[in-house]
């Protein structure tokens, strides 16, 4: 299974932008699997955003996006979407969508070991 993410761009200061998430490959699909998104900036450590559960839709989110990016999934078109809104310069990143391939996000933390190539976010000021 590879993860391919997509939807990034440049943004201004409070801008929004709406990232999306596939699995591909022969039967692939993101609907058996809780999906995270993270995100790395140059010289930082990869930080943990938010986490969807595979059943039920429980959603968690890391606190410095709270309020502000929502997960969300959608099984009809096997995706998974990350929506950002009022975007600051911190929100520079490549983001990326994972997977651990269990059906439930770990409720202590962020787990994953699969991932895409990453969408680039860029915000401006």
């Known amino acids: 299974v590879q993860l391919v993410e997509s939807g990034g761009g440049v943004a201004q200061t409070g801008g929004s932008l709406r990232l999306s998430c596939v699995a591909s490959?022969?039967?692939?699909?993101?609907?058996?699997?809780?999906v995270t998104w993270f995100r790395q900036a140059p010289g930082k450590e990869a930080e943990g955003l938010a986490c969807?559960?595979?059943?039920?839709?429980?959603?968690f989110y890391g606190d410095s996006v709270k309020g502000r990016f929502t997960i969300s999934r959608d099984t009809a078109v096997n995706k998974v979407f990350l929506q950002l809104e009022s975007l600051n310069i911190d929100d520079t990143a490549m983001y990326y969508c994972?997977?651990?391939?269990?059906?439930?996000?770990?409720?202590?933390?962020?787990?994953?070991?699969?991932w895409g190539q990453g969408t680039q976010v860029t915000v401006n000021s």
């Open positions: 490959g022969p039967g692939a699909s993101l609907d058996f699997y809780a």
């Open positions: 994972a997977t651990d391939f269990g059906r439930k996000c770990d409720r202590t933390g962020w787990s994953y070991d699969t």
């Open positions: 969807i559960d595979r059943e039920g839709g429980a959603t």
